[in-house]
């Protein structure tokens, strides 16, 4: 019997590493959906991201394809698509394609950020103002109509029209929660960048939750990072970049995901120190002992009813191994799998 009773899933953002390339880092994306399988993880979804060198998953639907061409019972979805950045059309055509070759396995995780910069957002809608948040609910109902019908003006999207995604709401403040409550989706929180709003932002989607024909009560995933290593000194070793890379993007110099040896050489300010350790005093990072406390902590604390863990490191290699020590933690099943 597992030791938690709630699925595991995973977050994947395809992360260039400094000395590697675009083309490496999404098989190792690839590598690791087919071991996070065996290891007995629920599903993997990808991120949407824009105009950031160091990340690669810039188009979830392509990617989401060749991630269930290579797997078998591992659910593959967004989290998320921007819908501020496409046409609904688009999207209900790309995520039902999807559904359609591989049924029963595609979930279709949506946010209301744009997921990028001003002027990388216009580029992808071609418009000279780009969407407002004000237009998210608008959008969204016509997102998922066109699984269901033609559109008012007879739009038809093909191959959607009968071959729905699981439609997932994701958010890092209440307003997506309560979106998903009112709409009686589920609603997966980004914990792991926005903290400090999860408690209230789950309060707020099991209030306002309304049983609908996809969900009869509230249906919540908390999104957590994590870092397994060994010990707790090796796992900060391995986190130190993910923190350097967050900062170099606050400052609005974006790169590769720097190694451990450069995080670990890198003279912070004080002030660079503060910001690094506010951001990683959310992240679980530590050996077997210091992550099994910190996720029975997340999980009394949010009552989730999924956890999903992402993991920022600079060799995949030492990705791979900390899923491994959470999935041993976990007690996930199949987790004596052979890579």
Not at 76 to 94: N, R, T
Request: one cysteine or more.
């Amino acid at each position: 019997m597992a030791r938690f009773d709630i699925p595991f899933s995973v977050l994947d953002l395809a992360v260039i590493g400094a000395g590697s390339h675009a083309g490496a880092a999404l098989n190792s994306t690839i590598n690791l959906a087919r071991r996070t399988e065996q290891l007995g993880y629920r599903r993997f979804w990808v991120a949407e991201h824009h105009n950031m060198p160091g990340i690669a998953s810039s188009a979830p639907s392509v990617l989401i394809a060749h991630l269930a061409a290579a797997t078998s019972t591992l659910r593959v979805g967004s989290g998320g698509v921007m819908l501020p950045s496409h046409a609904p059309l688009v999207v209900a055509e790309q995520f039902g394609m999807l559904e359609a070759l591989h049924p029963g396995r595609v979930d279709l995780g949506i946010g209301r950020a744009p997921g990028t910069d001003p002027v990388t957002a216009q580029a992808l809608r071609r418009s000279a103002n780009g969407l407002s948040v004000d237009d998210f609910p608008e959008e969204l109902t016509a997102l998922m109509g066109f699984f269901t019908a033609p559109s008012e003006r007879g739009v038809q999207a093909v191959p959607a029209l009968g071959n729905p995604p699981d439609v997932w709401l994701l958010g890092s403040s209440g307003y997506s929660a309560q979106v998903a409550g009112l709409l009686g989706l589920p609603f997966a929180f980004a914990h792991h960048f926005s903290a400090a709003n999860t408690l209230p932002a789950l309060a707020l989607y099991r209030e306002r939750f309304r049983p609908s024909a996809r969900l009869k009560e509230p249906y919540a995933m908390v999104c957590a990072s994590i870092v397994a290593a060994e010990d707790d000194e090796r796992a900060r070793y391995l986190a130190g970049p993910g923190g350097l890379s967050f900062l170099r993007l606050r400052q609005g110099n974006p790169g590769l995901m720097p190694t451990p040896e450069e995080a670990a050489a890198y003279d912070y300010t004080e002030v660079e120190k503060a910001f690094v350790a506010d951001r990683m005093s959310n992240q679980i990072i530590g050996g077997p002992d210091t992550v099994l406390k910190g996720i029975t902590s997340l999980l009394e604390q949010t009552q989730a009813d999924e956890l999903m863990v992402a993991t920022m490191v600079h060799n995949p290699a030492d990705g791979v191994r900390s899923y491994e020590l959470v999935a041993e933690l976990a007690e996930l099943p199949n987790t004596t799998a052979k890579a």
